[in-house]
């Protein structure tokens, strides 16, 4: 995992068999701006030789703040590094905790009904109307069906997938069950639950993951965990939580100047440093979760317990009775 402090980039105009390409590769460096140029002119140059000898190569590095390119690190504003865990500013102007093995899991409550119920909701839709058409003799009733079928399916399965959560006590009861099941097959870990304004997150504080394990994936993915996180955990090599408020939950427009990908033009510093202290005033005496309980084993491991540390001062989790956002 890597979040520097300083970016660079090179480009290059090369025509290939005829073909003109513009190649462009992002550097970067925690030491300087030249040594951020210097990688960025050699990621270039590996990135031209790919072309001459295959004829083709991805031809630029995306500028996002997150989840960019392969093998290009998180954009962000670095605002604090404890060891190796690095406070950034994400794109739309909160903090976000990176670690690189003490692994967050992060459970939201937005869900869809699965594929399968709506297939299943639409074959009944179908096997009715042929019922009603054998019995009335009308074909055009099986015709209708067929189409009623393909209509109605997904919003048939809504309905059943939220009867069903209702039954079962709602989706945030649905969520805290799976987190518990989750408990009782790991038994050795030691989990600490935290309600979000969407969902929950779940801190392991018994050892250290790798972000890109099978046994890592396997884990988040009993906890329900959001599949964007796991991927994002997978292409950025690092665990990640939101530690500030969201801007608009409280009031404030996302960062400005816009696009927040940094790092920013000198000219709209300014602009920016004045959003970030509206921003800190609005998000004072704010949560960004609370802590619920704990789950599993006792054990503690001492990077986790850091992280948890710092994780739970930064989100005043454990001051429960402020609002969260």
């Given at each position: 995992m890597i979040v520097p402090y300083y970016w660079s980039q090179s480009k290059v105009k090369k025509v290939v068999n005829g073909q003109q390409f513009t190649v462009m590769r992002f550097g970067w460096s925690d030491e300087s701006e030249e040594a951020a140029k210097q990688l960025a002119d050699s990621r270039l140059a590996e990135a031209i030789q790919t072309l001459e000898s295959e004829g083709d190569v991805r031809r630029i590095d995306r500028k996002v703040s997150y989840n960019g390119s392969e093998g290009v690190p998180i954009r962000e504003e670095v605002i604090?590094?404890?060891?190796?865990?690095?406070?950034?500013?994400?794109?739309?102007?909160?903090?976000?905790?990176?670690?690189?093995?003490?692994?967050?899991?992060?459970?939201?409550?937005?869900?869809?009904?699965?594929?399968?119920?709506i297939v299943i909701s639409g074959i009944l839709v179908l096997l009715m109307s042929i019922l009603t058409a054998v019995i009335t003799g009308y074909v055009w009733i099986f015709i209708l069906g067929l189409f009623l079928s393909l209509l109605f399916a997904s919003p048939l399965a809504t309905l059943f997938f939220n009867l069903k959560l209702k039954l079962t006590g709602g989706v945030e009861k649905s969520r805290l069950q799976?987190?518990?099941?989750?408990?009782?097959?790991?038994?050795?870990?030691?989990?600490?639950?935290?309600?979000?304004?969407?969902?929950?997150?779940?801190?392991?504080?018994?050892?250290?993951?790798?972000?890109?394990?099978?046994?890592?994936?396997?884990?988040?993915?009993?906890?329900?965990?959001?599949?964007?996180?796991?991927?994002?955990?997978?292409?950025?090599?690092?665990?990640?939580?939101?530690?500030?408020?969201?801007?608009?939950?409280?009031?404030?427009?996302?960062?400005?100047?816009?696009?927040?990908?940094?790092?920013?033009?000198?000219?709209?510093?300014?602009?920016?440093?004045?959003?970030?202290?509206?921003?800190?005033?609005?998000?004072?005496?704010?949560?960004?979760?609370?802590?619920?309980m704990s789950l599993g084993s006792d054990d503690v491991h001492q990077k986790a317990e850091r992280v948890q540390q710092i994780h739970d001062e930064k989100c005043l989790a454990m001051k429960t009775d402020l609002p969260l956002a």
């Open positions: 604090e590094k404890i060891d190796d865990i690095v406070i950034s500013r994400n794109a739309y102007g909160a903090l976000c905790l990176n670690t690189p093995d003490v692994l967050f899991a992060d459970i939201d409550f937005d869900q869809e009904a699965a594929f399968s119920t799976a987190i518990e099941k989750a408990s009782a097959a790991y038994p050795t870990l030691h989990m600490r639950v935290y309600r979000t304004p969407n969902g929950f997150r779940v801190l392991i504080m018994n050892d250290t993951f790798s972000p890109t394990s099978e046994e890592t994936v396997q884990l988040l993915k009993s906890l329900n965990s959001d599949s964007v996180y796991i991927q994002m955990c997978k292409n950025q090599k690092c665990f990640r939580a939101r530690i500030s408020p969201k801007p608009w939950r409280i009031g404030v427009e996302r960062l400005k100047p816009r696009p927040g990908i940094w790092p920013i033009k000198p000219e709209k510093l300014a602009e920016r440093e004045r959003w970030v202290r509206s921003y800190e005033h609005r998000s004072r005496n704010i949560a960004s979760c609370h802590f619920v």
